[in-house]
């Protein structure tokens, strides 16, 4: 019997020491001064005064949170937006770009050696690339202006390659008309832009339009 005892009474001072599932949970979680208000041992006035930090610090939160949400519900701002139909507008800058940057018809042989690679029409040994691949017209025409056989380069400039072979506006348009009245490419100047060498920019502005029109090819 007294063996028993002695076993029993043990066991039972293990269990007591053994902490609770709550208190796993406390000393496991990341909350500042939760582990501090459960802990393993007795309890003690540690114990006490970080429950009531803990106590103060959630209820400040709560009633922080709570004047804000009521702050939100009382909607001191309202926006309010109004649609006015208006008949006439300030003509904007219109910019035309090709998305064909350059004319394919008006490269020469010069434009090719030097000028081929960037526009992908060569490789770096000024041949043609996969010519398989290139429709027959276009690989005809790329293999006599590619016969750079005793071919002496002239002296290049991309100013010069830019303006004659990008599309200028008087091939481009078929008709434009403005507020009845008919305008022309002199109307548009050429313009650079950083992926389009060549665009045409309107000159119409700070006037009113009501029904523009303008056909491109």
């Not at 063996?3 to 208190?23: F, H, I, M, V």
């Not at 109004?82 to 042989?109: E, G, Q, W």
């Not at 060569?122 to 010519?131: E, G, K």
Request: aromatic fraction near 12%.
């Amino acid at each position: 019997m007294d063996l028993k005892e002695a076993c029993g009474s043990q066991g039972s001072q293990e269990s007591s020491l053994r902490p609770t599932s709550w208190q796993a949970f406390a000393h496991s979680s990341t909350l500042h001064g939760l582990r501090f208000v459960f802990p393993y041992g007795r309890p003690s006035v540690r114990r006490f005064l970080w429950a009531l930090v803990l106590l103060a610090c959630v209820g400040l939160l709560a009633l922080e949170s709570a004047e804000r949400l009521a702050y939100f519900l009382s909607y001191p701002h309202v926006t309010s937006v109004d649609a006015v139909a208006s008949s006439s507008l300030v003509f904007p800058a219109v910019t035309i770009c090709n998305l064909n940057a350059y004319r394919f018809s008006r490269l020469t042989r010069n434009d090719l050696y030097h000028a081929g690679e960037l526009l992908a029409l060569l490789d770096v040994h000024l041949a043609i690339p996969q010519p398989h691949l290139a429709e027959p017209d276009v690989l005809a025409f790329l293999e006599e202006k590619s016969n750079f056989t005793a071919y002496k380069p002239k002296p290049f400039s991309m100013k010069e390659f830019i303006e004659r072979v990008g599309h200028d506006m008087k091939e481009m348009m078929l008709y434009c008309r403005y507020q009845g009245q008919e305008c022309s490419p002199a109307d548009f100047k050429p313009v650079s832009h950083i992926y389009y060498p060549k665009c045409c920019a309107s000159l119409i502005k700070h006037t009113d339009y009501i029904s523009p029109a303008c056909s491109i090819k």
